[in-house]
């Protein structure tokens, strides 16, 4: 390996820290997912399909409680110039327990409603335990988040994967113990407790104690006001699928989707967290619009994260069937051809989440959320009409339509930034065009998927 290479790799310099990131980031992702696989595997050999629906119901009243209180206190700490003092740590955890507690309150009361709207009487009893671990996360250290700010992850990494580890060898036994969709609440409210444990007992950095002081209070509110709503818009981006999907198909369906969305989503959910805990600090340190050197360097950067997501959706979308029926029983083979259509439905959102982070770098949440919303309001109007029409194939089709069509504003956002690569999502763009080709003349059964749905058969 090339000498200088290495060392430069061993310094401590920003080019330096983003690399390790990049790569720690992808170590405790692909470390984290082969997890979570096995313990899917395993799950869904213990307990029935339906489970795995119900569990997908609650998991989304829960989400959306979570983003719907987003303050940003993550990314207000990564991007505050006071990121680093004491005071401003302290009152951001105080805030963040406060938002905890607040959360679990409001997950009793909306317990009824949902189970009504759903037509699932175990929901009344299973979103208050399952939201209890908003309480439990809320008291997790920020020294989670000053890692993502100096870009050293290694400890990052450790903690979730020691976590998730854990974590799962305990739902898999209480699994085996009771026989039934409980063990999976009980198994996430254990996960969650066994992480924020672990952030303060690992993680470097001083300890959180409650404090509160008003300009640290006002700076994290003012930025995250907008992130409050962007969040909620975010939300309906990234699970309004399933949100609508509940109300319209049954639990056995609901769970073979989810078994198909847990692979599919795959490189979307990598392209999120590597666009967050490395694109975004990359956007802080060497801003585009400073020189064309740090425009170039951020461009490279992109284009090698992009081919990367990219090769994974490529390799699930020919080998989405292959798998399914390997490591699945017939039950969930439905999940096959669903997985191939996926895995080419979010190559748009690939090639375009990494810009938002542009905004979030320099500050301007107002405009991140703009677009954050917008984007909502077009995907669920796709979601509710392309599900009504076409079933399971309209909540695939409709997050891809929803990205081409947003495209514009998100550029006429970040250009004054110089943001922008145009030439390489053109080529990126004319990447993915080939891969979708390639899958559907490869695979039949989602090429009939498809046709079939659109048809209207």
């Known amino acids: 390996m090339n000498t200088n290479f290495l060392s430069t790799l061993r310094d401590n310099g920003m080019k330096a820290r983003a690399i390790r990131g990049t790569a720690l980031s992808v170590v405790g992702f692909g470390g984290g997912q082969v997890i979570r696989l096995i313990s899917n595997l395993i799950l869904t050999r213990i307990l029935f399909p339906e489970a795995f629906g119900l569990m997908a119901l609650v998991q989304i009243v829960v989400t959306g409680l979570e983003m719907f209180s987003d303050m940003g206190i993550h990314p207000a700490i990564i991007q505050s110039k006071n990121g680093e003092d004491r005071d401003f740590l302290n009152t951001a955890w105080t805030m963040q327990i406060i938002r905890g507690l607040f959360l679990w309150l409001i997950a009793c009361l909306i317990a009824t409603p949902a189970a009504q709207f759903y037509g699932q009487d175990a929901l009344i009893q299973m979103i208050p335990v399952l939201a209890f671990t908003t309480v439990i996360s809320s008291f997790r250290s920020t020294n989670y988040s000053l890692a993502s700010r ?115 989503s795959l490189p979307l959910t990598l392209a999120i967290q590597l666009n967050s805990r490395v694109l975004i600090p990359l956007f ?114 409709a997050p891809f339509l929803s990205e081409l069509v947003t495209y514009p504003l998100l550029v006429h956002y970040i250009r004054p930034y110089r943001g922008w690569h145009p030439g390489l999502d053109v080529l990126l763009l004319s990447i993915g065009v080939a891969i979708m080709a390639l899958a559907l003349w490869l695979s039949p059964a989602a090429n009939e998927l498809l046709v079939t749905a659109l048809r209207g058969v």
């Open 150 to 264: 100096r870009l050293t992850l290694g400890r990052v990494t450790a903690v979730e994967l020691i976590a998730q580890v854990a974590g799962t060898i305990i739902l898999i036994l209480v699994a085996l113990w009771l026989q039934s969709v409980w063990a999976l609440v009980i198994g996430s409210l254990i996960g969650v407790t066994i992480h924020t444990m672990l952030t303060h007992l690992i993680l470097d950095g001083g300890r959180n104690k409650l404090a509160w002081s008003k300009p640290a209070a006002w700076e994290i509110f003012h930025f995250g006001k907008f992130i409050v709503i962007s969040t909620i818009a975010g939300y309906l981006v990234n699970q309004g699928d399933r949100l609508i999907l509940g109300k319209y198909v049954s639990l056995e369906e609901l769970a073979i989707f989810t078994i198909a969305f847990l692979f599919g």
């Open 284 to 397: 802080k340190q060497r801003p585009p619009a400073e020189s064309e050197n740090n425009f170039r360097k951020i461009r490279r950067a992109r284009m090698l994260l992009l081919l990367g997501f990219l090769a994974i959706s490529t390799a699930l979308s020919l080998l989405g069937e292959d798998l399914i029926e390997v490591l699945y029983d017939p039950r969930y083979y439905r999940a096959g051809p669903m997985l191939v259509l996926l895995s080419l439905s979010v190559i748009p959102a690939l090639l375009l989440d990494g810009y938002k982070g542009v905004l979030l770098a320099n500050g301007n949440s107002r405009d991140f959320t703009i677009i954050i919303v917008i984007s909502a309001v077009v995907k669920t109007v796709l979601l509710v009409v392309m599900i009504q029409k076409f079933g399971i194939v309209g909540a695939i089709i």
